[in-house]
């Protein structure tokens, strides 16, 4: 004679029985992993919210042009920029032609991806403990920089960095990989008197200086590759009237014309707490702080100001890959 169950064990029995055919009837979603499963019994559970995924751009993206303006508010956004976004603006390929203080910027873009350890003395000298910053992630090796024209003729007249610009791009062919193309003038291009506030704009046919209207056709021959536009670089002596002028005039071509700009005017400006620097000539126009250079009166890029720079300089190739802060 087959033993009896104990009524308490039977009722448990008969419980777990009617679960079980009733999971079995089911169809069961497990979260996050999106696929169907049967059969299975699941305990409730306490969920982790999950954020909210990055879109991951495609490989190789176009270049977006719209309403991006980078100055000293952007800096801090470097340390958000997805990873998927960094690879993105890896992926683009960009030509920047430069005197000695886009040297500066080329170096500290280096700095950024070199992991070689012990850390080289032009990456680290003067900075604070923990600002040291390096990851192979940076890889910059598609931006490429070049000086306005060979050595020792690298920083010509502010005329002829305009004209050799133009020419250079018009000479790239069209199997160039290019698809961003700068260049920007320095803060020797601004001294107090200089005509190139008074005239870059202004679009007038009758004198024999370049202008703005050189690179707006310059766009419109090379429609596949996007020209980025810079404000003018700053120094501790320069300020002046004439570069505050220039910088503003560009300033407002760019936003009212939606075309991006590298506003590295603003950038020396302001120290790393947000605070205006202004020249040392008594102009109170806004200047390369000291923060960022060694020189008494010159322009020339320390450490820090060779980092913030680079950190610039990929938050907006991160942007023009797409990358929506």
């Known amino acids: 004679m087959r033993p009896k169950l104990p009524l308490a064990l039977f009722s448990i029995f008969i419980v777990w029985g009617f679960v079980f055919n009733l999971v079995k009837t089911q169809t069961v979603t497990a979260y996050p992993l999106l696929q169907t499963d049967t059969n299975e019994i699941f305990l409730p559970v306490v969920l982790k919210a999950v954020p909210t995924p990055v ?22 956004q470097f340390d958000r920029i997805p990873d998927s976004y960094i690879t993105a603006a890896s992926q683009l390929h960009s030509l920047f032609r430069h005197a000695s203080v886009g040297d500066n910027i080329d170096i500290g873009l280096d700095c950024l991806m070199n992991t070689t350890l012990p850390r080289p003395n032009v990456c680290t000298t003067g900075l604070l403990p923990g600002q040291d910053l390096y990851d192979s992630k940076y890889d910059r090796s598609n931006w490429d920089f070049e000086f306005h024209a060979p050595p020792p003729s690298q920083n010509p007249g502010w ?52 202008g703005i209207e050189d690179l707006e056709v310059l766009q419109t021959r090379h429609p596949n590759k996007l020209v980025v536009l810079w404000t003018m670089g700053l120094a501790r002596a320069i300020g002046t009237v004439d570069s505050t002028s220039f910088n503003n005039q560009m300033r407002t071509y760019a936003i009212t014309n939606e075309i991006p700009l590298m506003d590295i005017a603003d950038i020396q400006s302001h120290r790393p707490n947000g605070t205006l620097c202004v020249d ?27 980092q913030i720079m680079a950190k610039a300089y990929w938050v907006m190739m991160a942007r023009l890959a797409g990358w929506q802060p």
């Open 55 to 76: 879109p991951t751009p495609t490989s190789a993206p176009t270049p977006v042009a719209a309403g991006i303006v980078i100055n000293h508010t952007a800096i801090t």
């Open 159 to 210: 005329w002829d960095k305009v004209n050799f610009f133009v020419s250079r791009v018009d000479g790239l062919g069209s199997g160039s990989s290019y698809q961003v193309v700068a260049f920007k003038f320095g803060y020797v291009d601004a001294y107090t008197g200089s005509a190139i506030d008074n005239v870059f704009f202004t679009r007038n046919a009758n004198d024999s200086y370049p």
């Open 280 to 306: 040392n000539q008594g102009n109170n126009q806004p200047a390369l702080c000291d923060e960022y250079t060694e020189e008494i009166n010159g322009g020339h890029l320390n450490t820090l100001g060779k």
